[in-house]
């Protein structure tokens, strides 16, 4: 609660500030949540401050922020994705189960990637050309793609490759002795990439005029079908990488990896400031969405006493906070 | 009983010609013809000790948490809205009732088991009325409102039961859920709330003003409707109903699973809805289409069962299912079959479009009143006023 006091205070001031255009106020707030977050784990944890707890956020969590990208996409044309949880835990099955059947490690990538994007493909042409709603379609996929998993196999299957083991332990040491993984890498690639594709190509600046208004967008003779269903695709191709990310991270794949995960990836998308109506919105206030998150599962888990449901109900109170805030900005700004 | 459905189907086939309800039931009376063929014994009913036995009533007994919750989720969605959080709800009344019960003095007393419903029923209530306030005074979206209590709300069961699989010994609370009254007390409960319903909103005008909030909320206010009233009502309603099945599915296991407990329920409860012919769009629903709904949804995991395929694999089923009677129903499907027959029956005066009026009440009152064109440039304009 006292977080939240001075964020609300701030946005009729700020936004009569020039410059700051109000739409990066979320962004703003969100940012100043995780900066008070994980002051307050300082202050009162030993030990939290260090460079490497930060750097855990982004280790523990770079499925997550992959994830988070491409949810992005899709929830600034004004949709929703509910599949992603479940492509996870496909890509983690199809991956475990291709190598255990000893095929080379990029032809297994190569695969998952490909099975990722045709399913995103697919719902996101179903959406467009039968007019179905975003919701109902992703939550088919997410069914079709957890059933799959279940089709491959029941049982948990662990991952051996070389490649794959190697790229799980193998670590970039930065300066002042941090150390990182490669998920570490790969994710913020994938975030510079989505801020790029965003705000510097006129795919980037179509996807925000589809979520403005679908309508408008066509009459303006922009490719809306083609945009849409590219959203999808790239959320489809983000939970591939998740996937691949999540089976480095756990090294096994597994039908029920992964469960709830599209929760919190909207979770994220949302806490970083952008509207579920469409058109507004940042990948990088997604990227802090998701170090937020970060961070309260470390708090949780330094205090040692708290249990983990804590979190489902930490989170579910930011959620709110952030929607409840997000509703004033909007009445403020007409 | 599948008898008395097929003989129904076929005599209301004329009736409900281009209507939504023909392609689930179709699909429903396939699903038990193929496990009769495969399985003879399937549709065979038996009375023992008062009780009936047999593979269809199975199904009825499975299934009435699904109905039950797909029933109030019916109604949040004639409002245009969404309640994620009904799972979450179920997780927490069991909950509830379970630590009531064995923290009573006397966990074996039906006094016990009705103290602890009582508890975990005004529970939902709240939790309802959280649930409508978020979305009826706050004005955020139905879908985010909701995700709310769904993440939160397992959390808070898992409190509850601080992280065990709480067991109970009580008979009295057993019946509800495990109980016989000739037929499984959870889908006479389940059925008798379906009545009720039905009643209420199709015998008076709440119904009507319900389909008329979910069409347009703002036109229903400048109307005269208390469309906020009624929008807080569905979702106290929904809770409500989540809170029963919740009960129903505990006291079946006499346990209560925080974890596990109705885990993609509120999933099951919006594919019934969605395979009755509602519109996820809101402005139209249809309780009987609920009902054969949640039947299917539930025939189809049954058969999954009895066919020897594991369990999870189930949700490829379900979701073929969506996809199949989805594109049945969506618009520009429709159009292209009505094209079609039109094309091949020129002649005929009624053309499928009408027919929708001689189906049964359930059908919207006003059935172009949404189409999806109209619907996408409210939206838009919405959009536009908002940025």
New interface residues.
């Given amino acids: 609660m006292t977080t939240t006091t001075p964020t609300k205070r701030t946005v009729p001031a700020l936004s009569r500030l020039p410059g700051i255009p109000g739409r990066v106020l979320p962004v703003i707030a969100t940012f100043v949540l995780f900066v008070l977050l994980f002051g307050a784990g300082s202050v009162r944890y030993e030990g939290f401050t260090s460079g490497q707890v930060f750097a855990n956020l982004f280790i523990d969590n770079a499925f997550l922020i992959v994830l988070a990208v491409g949810m992005t996409f899709v929830i600034l044309t004004?949709g929703?994705d509910l599949s992603v949880g479940a492509v996870v835990a496909l890509s983690t099955m199809v991956a475990a189960a291709a190598l255990r059947a000893g095929l080379p490690a990029p032809v297994v990538i190569l695969l998952v990637l490909a099975i990722g994007t045709g399913l995103g493909v697919l719902m996101g042409l179903?959406i467009h050309?039968?007019?179905?709603?975003p919701?109902?379609?992703t939550?088919?996929?997410?069914?079709?793609a957890?059933?799959?998993?279940?089709?491959i196999g029941?049982e948990s299957i662990s991952i051996k490759d070389p490649f794959f083991r190697a790229l799980a332990t193998g670590t970039i040491e930065l300066p002042g002795g941090v150390v990182i993984t490669w998920s570490v890498v790969i994710a913020l690639a994938i975030v510079a990439a989505a801020v790029w594709v965003l705000h510097r190509t006129r795919f980037g600046r179509t996807i925000y005029a589809i979520g403005?208004?679908?309508?408008?967008a066509t009459l303006m003779g922009l490719p809306v079908g083609r945009v849409k269903v590219a959203a999808y695709a790239i959320s489809g191709l983000c939970a591939a990488v998740a996937g691949l990310l999540f089976s480095v991270y756990m090294l096994s794949g597994y039908?029920l990896h992964a469960v709830g995960m599209e929760?919190d990836a909207?979770?994220s998308v949302?806490i970083g400031g952008t509207l579920?109506?469409?058109?507004?919105g940042y990948v990088l206030g997604s990227l802090l969405g998701v170090l937020v998150l970060g961070v309260i599962q470390t708090l949780i888990s330094f205090q040692g006493t708290l249990?983990s449901?804590?979190?489902?109900?930490a989170?579910?109170?930011l959620?709110?906070l952030f929607?409840?805030m997000q509703?004033l900005f909007?009445r403020r700004t007409? | 009983m599948s008898t008395v459905q097929t003989a129904g189907a076929a005599g209301v086939l004329e009736r409900v010609r281009g209507s939504r309800l023909l392609w689930p039931l179709v699909a429903l009376v396939a699903l038990i013809a193929a496990n009769a063929a495969r399985n003879p014994g399937f549709l065979s009913i038996r009375l023992q000790d008062g009780h009936l036995y047999g593979s269809l009533v199975d199904i009825l007994k499975n299934g009435a948490p699904t109905l039950l919750i797909a029933l109030g989720m019916t109604l949040v969605i004639a409002t245009r809205g969404i309640d994620l959080s009904v799972g979450a709800v179920a997780a927490i009344a069991g909950a509830v009732t379970c630590t009531t019960i064995v923290g009573s003095s006397d966990p074996t007393s039906p006094a016990a088991a009705l103290t602890g419903i009582g508890l975990a029923l005004a529970l939902c209530l709240v939790l309802g009325l959280w649930n409508g306030f978020l979305v009826s005074l706050l004005g955020i979206q139905p879908i985010i409102a909701t995700l709310v209590l769904m993440t939160a709300g397992r959390g808070i069961a898992m409190l509850i039961t601080d992280g065990q699989i709480i067991t109970v010994r009580n008979d009295f609370y057993r019946e509800i859920g495990a109980g016989f009254l000739l037929f499984p007390i959870s889908i006479l409960i389940a059925l008798a709330a379906l009545v009720a319903v039905a009643l209420v909103t199709r015998r008076t005008a709440l119904g009507l003003l319900i389909e008329s909030v979910g069409i347009n909320p703002e036109a229903s206010r400048l109307a005269g409707l208390r469309s906020r009233t009624i929008i807080w009502t569905v979702y106290v309603f929904a809770a409500l109903c989540a809170g029963v099945a919740g009960l129903m599915i505990s006291s079946n296991v006499s346990a209560a699973d925080a974890n596990s407990a109705g885990l993609w329920i509120e999933m099951d409860a919006i594919l019934a809805v969605v395979i009755g012919g509602s519109s996820l769009a809101g402005g139209k629903y249809s309780l009987s289409g609920t009902l054969v709904g949640a039947l299917i949804i539930q025939t189809l995991t049954t058969t999954v069962y009895s066919m020897g395929i594991a369990p999870e694999v189930t949700l490829v089923f379900k979701a073929l299912v969506v996809i199949a009677v989805c594109l049945l129903q969506a618009p520009k499907v429709r159009e292209r079959f009505r094209r079609r027959r039109r094309s091949q029956d020129p002649t005929s005066p009624s053309s499928p479009s009408t027919s929708g009026s001689l189906a049964p009440e359930e059908d919207s009152p006003a059935p172009t009143a949404h189409e999806p064109a109209g619907d996408a440039a409210s939206d838009s304009k919405q959009k536009v006023a908002q940025s």
């Fill in positions: 004004g929703i179903v050309h039968f007019e179905l709603q919701f109902i379609v939550l088919a996929g997410m069914f079709m957890r059933g799959l998993c279940f089709v029941v403005g208004s679908e309508s408008s039908g929760l909207i979770a949302v579920l109506s469409g058109g507004v249990s449901w804590w979190t489902k109900i989170i579910g109170t959620l709110l929607i409840v509703r909007m007409p």
